[in-house]
């Protein structure tokens, strides 16, 4: 099982583009090593994962989910909701008024639908996922 994957990740540092279209899968229970010369992008594919550079394009998965707990949770129980992006303030207000799939895009670049949470009526993202083959579209 790979818990742990990149899909189509740009990794920039403002002009300095060090990665495009880059997948990686990070096989559980491997002890995984990257490997390359200096300045191929190593560290900056760990920052990647590890959440501490934020993908230009592209989405980091942690067990299927483009790392949306922290937002929905976010969603749930706040009652005034920051939303930034590069050192500015993109939205502010209750998530109720404020969480709308243009919002998450423009944060996060992530593509997604956002519809009321069955439980709490807040808003719950659902990252766009890639549609189901069917028997019929087969
Ligand atoms: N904070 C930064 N701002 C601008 N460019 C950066 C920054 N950090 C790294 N870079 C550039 O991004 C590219 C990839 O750097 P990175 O540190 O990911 O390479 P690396 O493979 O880890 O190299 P090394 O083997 O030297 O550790 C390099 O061209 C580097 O100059
Ligand atoms: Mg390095």
Sequence with gaps: MTRL???????????????EGLGVEIPDGSFTVIVGPNACGKSTLLR???????????????????LL??????????THLIAMRGGEVLAEGP???????????????????VIPDPETETPLIVPAGRRTLTAKTL
């Design 95 to 113: 998530p109720a008024e404020i969480v709308t799939a243009g919002l998450v895009e423009r944060v996060f670049g992530l593509p997604c639908r």
């Design 48 to 66: 990647a994962l590890a959440r501490l550079l934020r993908p230009r394009e592209g989405t980091v998965y942690l067990d299927g989910e483009p």
């Design 5 to 19: 994957r990149a899909e189509d990740l740009t990794l920039a540092y403002e002009k300095r583009v060090v990665a």
């Design 69 to 78: 707990h922290d937002l929905n949770h976010a969603c749930r129980y706040a």
